[in-house]
Each structure stands twice: as structure tokens, then as C-alpha cells.
């Protein structure tokens, strides 16, 4: 297992275009999460999953946005109709189980530039 | 809801000296985890220490320990010895130990820090 990939690395799209990113977690990790961090701040929760289901959405997740964890494997974010303020890098974790005592694992991230 | 703050946005230390990284949090829980994250210029996040809330022993892994004061709310991070390779962003998080909801990480701003050589 070589731990959570994320892809593409890096994805530029003009405004207005729809873009999705995918997300392979560690293969026994059933709890995926999705943040969004922007240049010089910390990440922000977006949304989690557990197994396949979708638990919780931050009130950042704004209705152009949309997760989807099928089968409870890899999960996908997809983002409609962009904005220039959409323009961050998209990172996703995966964990094991609620106490898992040593965070979570992150993936290296999909850098998003909207033009 | 829980905050993070780290009020210090750039930091620099000499190779081979200790530099002390802040942190503060705001929580109404008593139950709960404490990190330090290091995010190099590859951008993967990497887990370099963590302090559970209810434990009064301070963190040690290797060069890094914490210096965790629960009732000020305060989780700083000491990094002795610094290397060049340490250089990166080092960001202080939160999560909440409960069973319920989705034991999110709760970020701060984030420290640059610099190792001079």
C-alpha cells in the first residue's frame, strides 16, 4: 500500500468549467475526508465519509460541490460551474475507525487554478 | 465550536539550535487530541507528534516534544537540535476524542519555518 494518491497532482480549468478530482485512500481506511486549503492557510474541513456514506458537509461545501465515496473505496470531488475563488489545493485523508490515535494519513493533494 | 490559533506566521532558527512553535486552541471539551503536522514544499502533510488530552506527560518523539498546558489551552512544539530538512510549514490541530460526528481535524494558520545553515 502505498498510501492515500490523489490525482491529478495539478488541474487548471477556465471559469464556468466543471472539474472533478479523485481520491485513493489507504485500502482498509473506511473513514475518507476531503479539505481545501488556500495559499498560506491551514486546511479546512469540506466533508467525511464513512464506508460509503456521506456524514457530515462543512457550510463550505456549497451546492456546486459534490463528494461521492462509491463502494466505500476511492472517493471523487466534483466542482461545477468554477470560480476563481475556487483556486486552492484539495487534499484528502483517510483514517481508520474514530480513535485512531495517530490522525490521519494525507495524500499530496490536488492543486486546483481557476483562470 | 473549536479553534486553533498559531500566532506566529514565520519563524527562523539556526541549524543546529531548539525553536519553540506556538499554538493555542478554544474548546468546551474535555476529551480530545492534539497534533503537530509538518507540511514540507511536496505539500504532503506528514504527522509529527500528537498529545492526547487526557494524558499530563508531554509528548517526545525523537528531536520534537510539546510543551501541553491543558488548562492554559496551550500546545507548543520544541524542535531541538534543527536540521535543514525541518524546513517547512508546521500547522497545530485539534480533534475532538468523542464518538460521535467525524472527528475532524480543526487547523491553525500555520508557522513557516526557516532553517538558517
Known amino acids: 500500500d502505498t498510501g492515500v494518491s490523489q490525482n491529478p497532482r495539478h488541474k487548471i480549468t477556465k471559469r464556468g468549467q466543471n472539474v472533478t478530482f479523485r481520491c485513493d485512500p489507504i485500502?482498509?481506511?473506511?473513514?475518507l475526508y476531503w479539505y481545501r486549503q488556500t495559499l498560506g492557510q491551514g486546511p479546512e474541513f469540506l466533508t467525511y465519509f464513512q464506508n460509503e456514506a456521506q456524514l457530515e458537509k462543512s457550510r463550505l461545501l456549497s451546492d456546486r460541490f459534490s463528494a461521492e465515496r462509491p463502494k466505500g473505496s476511492f472517493s471523487t470531488l466534483e466542482i461545477q460551474r468554477t470560480e476563481q475563488g475556487d483556486s486552492a489545493m484539495y487534499l484528502c485523508a483517510s483514517s481508520l475507525g474514530y480513535r485512531n490515535e495517530y490522525g490521519y494519513t494525507f495524500g499530496s493533494g490536488t492543486r486546483l487554478t481557476v483562470v | 465550536a473549536q479553534t486553533v490559533t498559531q500566532s506566529q506566521p514565520e519563524m527562523s532558527v539556526q541549524e543546529a539550535e531548539t525553536v519553540t512553535l506556538s499554538c493555542t486552541y478554544d474548546?468546551?471539551?474535555?476529551?480530545?487530541?492534539l497534533f503537530w503536522y509538518k507540511q514540507p514544499p511536496s505539500r504532503q502533510m506528514i504527522l509529527v507528534i500528537r498529545?492526547?488530552?487526557?494524558?499530563?506527560q508531554n509528548a517526545t518523539e525523537n528531536r520534537f516534544s510539546v510543551n501541553f498546558q491543558k488548562a492554559a489551552k496551550s500546545f507548543s512544539l520544541k524542535i531541538s537540535d534543527s536540521q535543514l530538512g525541518d524546513a517547512a510549514m508546521y500547522f497545530c490541530?485539534?480533534?475532538?476524542?468523542?464518538?460521535?460526528?467525524?472527528?475532524?481535524?480543526?487547523f491553525g494558520q500555520g508557522t513557516r519555518l526557516t532553517i538558517n545553515p
Open positions: 498529545q492526547e488530552a487526557y494524558k499530563q
Open positions: 490541530a485539534y480533534r475532538s476524542a468523542t464518538s460521535q460526528g467525524a472527528q475532524k481535524l480543526v
Open positions: 474548546t468546551s471539551e474535555s476529551d480530545y487530541y
Open positions: 485500502s482498509e481506511h473506511n473513514r
